[in-house]
């Protein structure tokens, strides 16, 4: 007997992850963490509220010995040295054949943002993850196309991204209450992937998206040290790096570098959930916390700046990788002036990534790989990595990191058009189960919708003005809503529309988007 119930439609080959013996092993995870799990979602409710009262954030005095303490991270494994530029994408088949055929050093297999959690793509995904272990991936197209891992010798380092801890997996129930889907995510996969990849010479490497202090780090330590134990792989086999995108986290890089230190490789800067996560934060803080238009949110604001100057700091002060923002651009096949501008501006920003001491940085397509691994071969001159870059430099102080109202750029009707339509566009997607979706050029994920539609909803409740002087209200957006909505002709059901419109407009602010509509599919059996 597994301990868990499975109430999901069938998959093909679904029984080639789903074996009793690894539904008992994450049965077994859900039994010893899902209750410490609830409680730290609990303190970050209590943590909004004192938030709420406050109107600020501070580093915490309880551990400041750890931030002063003279300490760094275990070694990181030899394949994880090298990280100059890593590809994001969704684990479909296709998909991540491109990824592991792209020349990147890391591809970042994502069972999160970039993933519908249908259940087809909850199996999926661990489907052709097994299948990379074991060099067995392929994927024929309707068309006939026959795609392959060119060299799986050369292909990248694979990390996959489980869900957050926010996150329940409804199809999978132990004594009738749904698993925790982050260790759902990462039970399957290190439960059958584990010993092969140390076998290979490589280990279980994940990212960790979504927290919001070091007890939740402290939480995945804990998963960690016993997921190696019960299969008896050797202590600090897992290796982790953890995603700096919720604005408590900031405050606390080298507590959760602390609680990792067996099971880290490095910390990511992560820019539209970070954003997100302000605007979540402080979304009744008043008018000082309302950011300009999201395209003009560059990581030269001066928050922006002082949050991803302190990670490079903390890493490499505790011998940690850093690793840089998301270019998104997805180049064009028939539009080559469209490709000139946007190539300047990822080269622009990967420099300014590079320059400032991160030891590599993510692509959403491909095509920006050898761009992306150009600029840091140039900067690394010969090097592996930025270790030895320790940015003595770098002093950042609370206020350095809640300057958001230094931050340049207006809010402009054309910006509040764009999250309308994009966070709709998104959201089709996204129920549609396409948890990557390209818009205008860019790879966007369920960040994107999350920033789209937190922004509307800040601006309305602060009465944000625009640069013609005109107040955002509910009247203002409903009308844009609806204009949008016919513009595109089609594209976007009502279904998509309603769920963003709720979610922007709604009096109570929910607090991830996703979760909404994860109940959609699950209305409709899927």
């Known amino acids: 007997m597994s301990g868990l119930d499975v109430a999901a439609p069938s998959v093909p080959r679904s029984e080639?992850?789903?074996?009793?013996?690894?539904?008992?092993?994450?049965a077994d995870l859900d039994a010893r963490f899902h209750a410490r799990r609830d409680e730290l979602l609990a303190a970050r409710r209590h943590r909004r509220e004192q938030v709420a009262r406050t109107g600020t954030l501070d580093f915490l005095p309880e551990t400041a010995s750890v931030?002063?303490?003279?300490?760094?991270?275990?070694?990181?494994p030899t394949d994880l040295r090298d990280r100059r530029v890593e590809i994001t994408g969704p684990t479909e088949?296709?998909?991540?054949?491109?990824?592991?055929?792209?020349?990147?050093?890391?591809?970042?297999a994502d069972l999160e943002d970039a993933n519908t959690?249908?259940?087809?793509?909850?199996?999926?995904?661990?489907?052709t993850l097994h299948d990379a272990v074991r060099g067995r991936l392929s994927f024929t197209s309707p068309e006939g196309k026959q795609y392959a891992v060119a060299d799986p010798a050369s292909a990248p380092v694979v990390l996959p991204r489980p869900r957050g801890w926010h996150f329940d997996e409804a199809h999978l129930l132990r004594d009738g209450r749904p698993v925790v889907a982050a260790l759902v995510d990462f039970g399957l996969h290190f439960f059958h992937n584990a010993r092969a990849l140390l076998d290979?010479?490589?280990?279980?490497?994940?990212?960790?998206?979504?927290?919001?202090?070091?007890?939740?780090?402290?939480?995945?330590?804990?998963?960690?040290?016993?997921?190696?134990?019960?299969?008896?792989?050797?202590?600090?086999?897992?290796?982790?790096?953890?995603?700096?995108?919720?604005?408590?986290?900031?405050?606390?890089?080298?507590?959760?570098l602390f609680e990792l230190r067996d099971h880290v490789a490095g910390l990511n800067a992560g820019r539209w959930d970070y954003l997100f996560s302000i605007i979540k934060t402080f979304r009744d803080a008043g008018a000082g916390f309302t950011l300009p238009d999201r395209n003009a949110v560059t990581m030269a604001a001066p928050m922006m700046?002082?949050?991803?100057?302190?990670?490079?700091?903390t890493c490499h002060r505790r011998g940690a990788f850093a690793i840089g923002g998301m270019a998104a651009f997805i180049p064009s096949r028939r539009d080559p002036e469209v490709n000139e501008r946007a190539f300047a501006k990822v080269r622009e920003d990967k420099t300014r990534e590079a320059r400032a001491g991160f030891d590599g940085s993510w692509v959403a397509h491909p095509d920006l790989v050898p761009l992306c691994a150009g600029v840091f071969d140039e900067v690394l001159a010969g090097r592996d990595n930025q270790l030895d870059v320790g940015r003595d430099d770098v002093s950042v102080q609370a206020a350095d990191l809640l300057a958001v109202s230094a931050t340049p750029g207006e809010r402009t009707e054309a910006g509040l058009r764009g999250n309308v339509r994009v966070g709709m566009q998104y959201l089709h997607a996204w129920l549609s189960g396409n948890g990557a979706a390209g818009i205008d050029h860019l790879m966007e994920d369920a960040a994107t919708a999350e920033i789209s539609r937190s922004q509307v909803w800040q601006w309305v409740a602060n009465?944000?003005?625009?640069?013609?002087?005109?107040?955002?209200?509910?009247?203002?957006v409903e009308r844009i809503v609806a204009e949008e909505h016919a513009a595109l002709g089609g594209a976007v059901d009502d279904e998509a529309r309603r769920l963003f419109v709720d979610c922007a407009l709604g009096e109570d602010f929910p607090d991830f988007l996703t979760l909404r509509a994860y109940d959609v599919l699950l209305a409709r059996g899927e």
Do not use: C
């Open 463 to 476: 009465g944000a003005r625009l640069d013609t002087g005109e107040m955002v209200t509910r009247a203002l």
């Open 200 to 256: 290979a010479g490589s280990g279980p490497y994940y990212y960790l998206p979504k927290m919001e202090s070091h007890l939740e780090a402290r939480l995945w330590d804990e998963v960690f040290a016993h997921a190696e134990a019960t299969l008896g792989v050797p202590h600090g086999s897992v290796r982790a790096t953890v995603l700096i995108e919720t604005i408590t986290a900031a405050f606390e890089m080298d507590e959760i």
């Open 67 to 76: 931030r002063a303490g003279d300490w760094t991270i275990a070694p990181v």
């Open 305 to 313: 700046k002082a949050y991803s100057d302190l990670l490079v700091r």
């Open 93 to 108: 088949p296709k998909m991540a054949i491109n990824a592991l055929n792209s020349g990147a050093r890391v591809w970042l």
């Open 117 to 127: 959690p249908h259940w087809r793509n909850v199996i999926g995904g661990q489907l």
């Open 16 to 26: 080639v992850v789903l074996t009793s013996e690894a539904l008992a092993f994450v």
